[in-house]
């Protein structure tokens, strides 16, 4: 695989979506499954893709906010702690962002 096609790849393999929590008749609690759903869903299908040359797992880098302008970058495993918060505080909306990038193990001294 070239380095081009590569990088043309990692470009695209991004999430972002705004996820609303009100609706006349869907439960907020069903609502909050179908985010978490589509999040493992989205990384399921990432990790699955083959690893380039020298990549030892694919990583995430993860933002939510409550609208595009206030994402704040979090770590992947906090994410449902945040859909939770924003269930709590009854947000109308909120957004999600996950760009897929290259992992490296780092060596055991």
Not at 84 to 90: V, Y
């Amino acid at each position: 695989m070239t380095l081009e096609r590569f990088f043309h790849i990692f470009k695209r393999t991004k999430m972002r979506k705004i996820y609303k929590l009100t609706h006349p008749k869907i439960k907020v609690d069903r609502l909050v499954e179908g985010v978490r759903h589509d999040v493992k869903k989205y990384l399921k299908r990432e990790r699955k893709k083959a690893l380039p040359e020298g990549v030892d797992y694919w990583d995430f880098d993860c933002k939510f906010g409550y609208t595009v302008e206030t994402l704040q970058e979090i770590h992947l495993a906090e994410m449902n702690t945040y859909i939770d918060q924003a269930k709590e505080q009854q947000v109308e909306s909120f957004c999600i962002e996950i760009q897929v990038k290259p992992g490296h193990r780092m060596n055991k001294v």
